[in-house]
T-cell receptor
């Protein structure tokens, strides 16, 4: 079993839709949860960072962590064509330790 | 906005040759990392570096790999004898340790022929 499993996609939605991206993980020792956006052949860009369980909102983005279910989600409201990218979930045991990434979900938002 | 700078953006090398990938982390960051991403696959951790020593490394980071912070600003990854399977994007990252301020560079695409 992979440490981090991410819904594979690809995902295609119309502009303005609400997008839900999800990851599950197997190791309850993960404490820090991140979502990155990656454009083709570019480095990952940190979108959301959450410690432990709960919700965090930043503009159109909401990150949710449910540690009891070992499940994390990223919601994008009012999706825009510029949101088209690959979204990576990642998690860490410690604040400065290594990150373990999911495989990524490629999102296309159609105008 | 601060950024992590990596050079070169693309390097082609022959199998068996040594390569050095260079990174300039964000100036007040203390934690440095190398990750790689083989085309179409996930981002994989290679090594982390703190206080001038390796703090953690993955099973990928074998004796062919080494890291160095030679002059207080640069952070390098050396691959001693490249193999075809080393072809990948290599990303440098740096962090202030809080996780909220963690940045990746744009990557070096290494092609081994």
């Amino acid at each position: 079993q992979k440490e981090v499993e991410q819904d594979p996609g690809p995902l295609s939605v119309p502009e303005g839709a609400i997008v839900s991206l999800n990851c599950t993980y197997s190791n309850s020792a993960f404490q820090y949860f991140m979502w990155y956006r990656q454009y083709s052949r570019k480095g990952p860009e940190l979108l959301m960072y959450t410690y432990s369980s709960g919700n965090k909102e930043d503009g159109r983005f909401t990150a949710q962590v449910d540690k009891s279910s070992k499940y994390i989600s990223l919601f994008i409201r009012d999706s825009q064509p510029s949101d088209s990218a690959t979204y990576l979930c990642a998690m860490r045991y410690t604040n400065a330790g290594k990150s373990t990434f999911g495989d990524g979900t490629t999102l296309t938002v159609k105008p | 906005e601060p950024e992590v700078t990596q050079t070169p953006s693309h390097q082609v090398t022959q199998m068996g040759q040594e390569v050095i990938l260079r990174c300039v982390p964000i100036s007040n960051h203390l934690y440095f990392y190398w990750y790689r991403q083989i085309l179409g696959q996930k981002v994989e951790f290679l090594v982390s570096f703190y206080n001038n020593e390796i703090s953690e490394k993955s099973e990928i980071f074998d004796d062919q790999f080494s890291v160095e912070r030679p002059d207080g600003s640069n952070f390098t990854l050396k691959i001693r004898s490249t193999k075809l399977e080393d072809s990948a994007m290599y990303f440098c990252a740096s962090s202030d340790g809080t996780g909220r301020l963690a940045f990746f560079g744009q990557g070096t695409r290494l092609t081994v022929v």
